[in-house]
């Protein structure tokens, strides 16, 4: 069984840009979370999909951040404009929908680069 | 509200030490705890978790962790180290009671294994 990808593994753009990450969760997986580290921070929530709604998106930090999930399926994270506090480590995850759901999959994450 | 702090961003030991990294969480609910590896140039990979059951949890490669209410800890340990364990652990909560929801993260501890 294929794990959850992501594309593109790394990404440099310059500020204003604008960069889409693409993440594919397991097959079957009804729920979908991104999440994003900082240089040197903690690993932070910023959305939550289950199948194609949003959840939880209290930890999107601003509006130039958009995620969809097409179809329930996989999912996108679009930046617009970029901006240098935006470089880091964006990681995608999914989990079943149930009791089981609280264990998530981790994708290897998409580094984003802002210069 | 959740929040995880591990002790220590940096822990170096022998091959064939005891491994012993910190983790303490604060939840208002009943937590689900989670400890995850990353090795180099990879996504994250589940090691263990306590999910209400047992209080000492064994996961893969010789690690395991306790669950103490009273200290509100959940430290992971692993009886000796191989060169192989080199890598950055993060310790999570989820206050899920079984659901799929956010994880909070700590700041990750970086494993050295010196030979």
């Known amino acids: 069984e294929a794990g959850v990808t992501q594309f593109p593994s790394h990404s440099v753009i310059e500020k204003g840009q604008t960069v889409t990450l693409r993440c594919d969760p397991i097959?079957?997986?009804?729920?979908l979370y991104w999440y994003r580290r900082v240089m040197g921070k903690e690993i932070k929530f910023l959305l939550h999909f289950v199948k194609e709604s949003k959840q939880d998106e209290s930890g999107m930090p601003n509006n130039r951040f958009l995620a969809e999930r097409t179809g329930g399926t996989y999912s996108t994270l679009k930046v617009q404009p970029a901006e240098l506090e935006d470089s880091g480590v964006y990681f995608c995850?999914?989990?079943?929908?149930?009791?089981?759901?609280?264990?998530?999959?981790f994708g290897p994450g998409t580094r984003l680069t802002v210069l | 509200a959740q929040s995880v702090t591990q002790l220590g961003s940096h822990v170096s030991v022998s091959e064939g030490a005891l491994v012993l990294l910190r983790c303490n969480y604060s939840s208002s609910v009943p937590p689900y705890l989670f400890w995850y590896v990353q090795y180099p140039n990879q996504g994250l990979q589940l090691l263990l978790k306590y999910t209400s059951a047992a209080t000492l949890v064994k996961g893969i490669n010789g690690f395991e962790a306790e669950f103490k209410k009273s200290e509100t800890s959940f430290h992971l340990t692993k009886p000796s180290a191989h060169m192989s364990d080199a890598a950055e652990y993060f310790c999570?909560?989820?206050?899920?009671?079984?659901?799929?929801?956010?994880?909070?993260f700590g700041s990750g501890t970086q494993l050295t294994v010196l030979p």
């Open positions: 097959s079957g997986h009804d729920n």
């Open positions: 995850a999914s989990s079943q929908g149930g009791l089981a759901g609280y264990e998530q999959f």
């Open positions: 999570a909560v989820s206050g899920a009671l079984g659901s799929a929801r956010q994880l909070t």
